[in-house]
């Protein structure tokens, strides 16, 4: 059943870089699209660092829905020629703890790098990715609608309609609420979920700005003291009791033509509230003067663009799909940007959306049913980043804590990114779309990585650290109890150093990548080994014999 005349498929709210994908995906494949937003491109927006898993998510999109332009995201020099030089290289995730008044303690660093074969992780400057992505879109043949104003939502059996405040009309047979915090759909249902459903607790300040010292600058530590890569080639976290300066340089490669630096701080409300006596700008230079290195960074520092300051932006939905419509990814629900898990996520969703959209509008069956992963898929990614970034909060008022949760993060992205990438070659291979059915695991659904021991381990260390958040456990009791758990744990895979509390930088390089993969192949955990069964893996440690 095709759409009647005058009618489309599907409307997007939201021409963000979830609804420019999703309406990419499906109108390359056939579906007529309108793609609808209050804004215009190219705009601002946060969420800027890319992570293994997220390209090769990209990736996945890219080869299973024949939109290529998805992988150019997968390196950085095509990005940079084909999108727009304007993004910044990232080598690594890097983590410096602080307290009010000190310099940082060497000992209390850690880095992790990010690249690795084939994928090349960025700082993304979401105003030309983002523009790049929705005249995707629009060449697909997505029928473009923006600022346009959204009044209501019609949901019925039949079909669905969005009215805007002109009273304009458009019909499609299915809707999808891409547009964020603000969704039509969430507050025309009621679907906001209250307060106490999520323990992690925040708000935020950020901004664009020049004349950010790279933090390799400002340190005052012996170069024997400091990791393999510089700080400046990746994304910095500051962090300290309850909160989190982000760095983001789009200006740290030779290539980039942007001056620019993403900045901001998330800070727990209850222990940091809103001072109504400051502006933000003054907020983030009070908190800034609290830390000898972020002063120094930010000394001469100018912002470009005016503040965001928020209050607590966490939310979830009690119900993210129904019948004709789904609201997707940061329409359903958000917790906070560390890790950078939101593109990551925001992909893995796309994918499980499209291709059931796109067998519906074959089937002409829209029900809540045939979308029930999706729900279950959003409900658990908010569930798993909830407990990830609580547990990292509480843990940063110590570093024992600290160092012990930093590794079970650390320890789920190498065999994530293998997971799909193996899949990825899988379907070259065959072209057979059942390979990437296959990754929506529902043993371990929104898993950081599918794996009963991760699983357990993670679950270990929500509950020592929510243990140490209501008081009845010490939190050096806690670090030392979960950094034996790490040591012991099979989903914790040597070769990184991720199981030695004293090994602080990770970096990555081929030849640590087929060492660990010829451990995995040889002598791995039975359940893990498939991360290395694919031709090309078994080609490169043939070569290295």
């Not at 690249?115 to 400057?125: C, E, G, M, Q, V």
């Not at 969005?162 to 499609?172: E, P, T």
């Not at 890569?229 to 200006?251: A, D, Q, S």
């Not at 660990?516 to 080994?529: K, S, V």
């Amino acid at each position: 059943m095709q759409a009647r005349d005058g009618a489309y498929d599907v409307i997007v709210l939201g021409s963000g870089i979830a609804g420019s994908i999703l309406g990419a995906i499906l109108a390359r494949n056939g579906a007529k699209v309108m793609l609808v937003d209050s804004g215009v491109h190219p705009r601002f927006a946060v969420g800027e660092s890319t992570i293994p898993h997220t390209l090769n998510t990209f990736r996945i999109l890219a080869e299973r829905y024949g939109v290529p332009e998805l992988e150019l995201f997968c390196s950085f020099e095509d990005a940079m020629q084909q999108i727009a030089p304007t993004m910044g290289r990232k080598l690594h995730f890097g983590f410096m703890m602080h307290e009010e008044g000190k310099e940082p303690d060497p000992e209390h660093t850690t880095q992790l790098g990010t690249t690795i074969p084939n994928l090349h992780t960025s700082h993304l400057f979401r105003q030309d990715t983002d523009a790049y992505l929705f005249h995707t879109a629009v060449k697909y043949g997505c029928v473009a609608q923006q600022g346009y104003r959204v009044d209501n939502v019609e949901l019925n059996d039949s079909e669905v309609t969005v009215v805007g405040q002109d009273g304009s009309r458009h019909s499609a047979r299915y809707l999808v609420d891409a547009s964020g915090f603000r969704s039509p759909v969430a507050q025309q249902l009621g679907l906001r979920a209250g307060p106490d459903a999520l323990k992690h607790h925040a708000r935020s300040l950020f901004t664009h700005m020049i004349d950010v010292r790279p933090t390799d600058e400002c340190l005052n530590m012996p170069e024997s003291a400091r990791p393999p890569l510089p700080w400046v080639k990746g994304t910095v976290h500051h962090v300290f009791e309850r909160g989190w300066f982000w760095i983001i340089p789009f200006n740290n490669d030779p290539a980039s033509i942007n001056p620019l630096v993403s900045v901001g701080l998330t800070f727990d409300e209850r222990r940091y509230p809103k001072r109504d006596d400051l502006t933000p700008e003054q907020e983030f230079a009070h908190h800034v003067s609290r830390f000898p290195v972020l002063e120094r960074i930010f000394e001469n520092a100018k912002t470009v663009r005016p503040w965001v300051s928020t209050g607590r932006f966490q939310y979830t939905s009690t119900k993210t799909v129904g019948n004709r419509w789904c609201m997707m990814s940061h329409a359903a629900g958000f917790i906070d940007p560390l890790y950078s898990r939101g593109l990551s996520n925001t992909g893995q969703v796309i994918d499980a959306v499209a291709w059931r959209l796109l067998e519906a509008l074959k089937d002409d069956d829209f029900s809540e049913e045939r979308f029930s992963y999706v729900e279950r898929l959003q409900q658990a990614q908010i569930t798993y980043n909830d407990d990830l970034v609580n547990c990292s909060f509480i843990s940063w008022s110590d570093w024992d804590l600290w160092n012990a949760v930093y590794r079970v993060w650390a320890s789920s992205q190498m065999p994530a990114s293998m997971r799909l990438a193996r899949a990825v070659e899988r379907f070259r291979a065959t072209r057979d779309e059942g390979v990437f059915k296959e990754l929506e695991d529902e043993a371990f659904t929104g898993s950081l990585f599918p794996n009963k021991a991760y699983d357990e381990l993670f679950l270990e260390m929500v509950r020592l650290c929510d243990a140490v958040d209501h008081g009845e456990l010490a939190s050096g009791d806690a670090g030392a109890q979960l950094m034996r758990l790490v040591r012991s744990s099979p989903a914790v895979l040597p070769m990184q150093g991720l199981d030695d509390p004293q090994s602080r930088f990770v970096a990555k390089t081929q030849d640590s990548f087929l060492t660990l993969a010829r451990w995995l192949a040889e002598e791995g955990p039975e359940d893990m080994r498939y991360l290395v069964d694919t031709p090309r893996i078994k080609a490169a440690l043939n070569s290295r014999r």
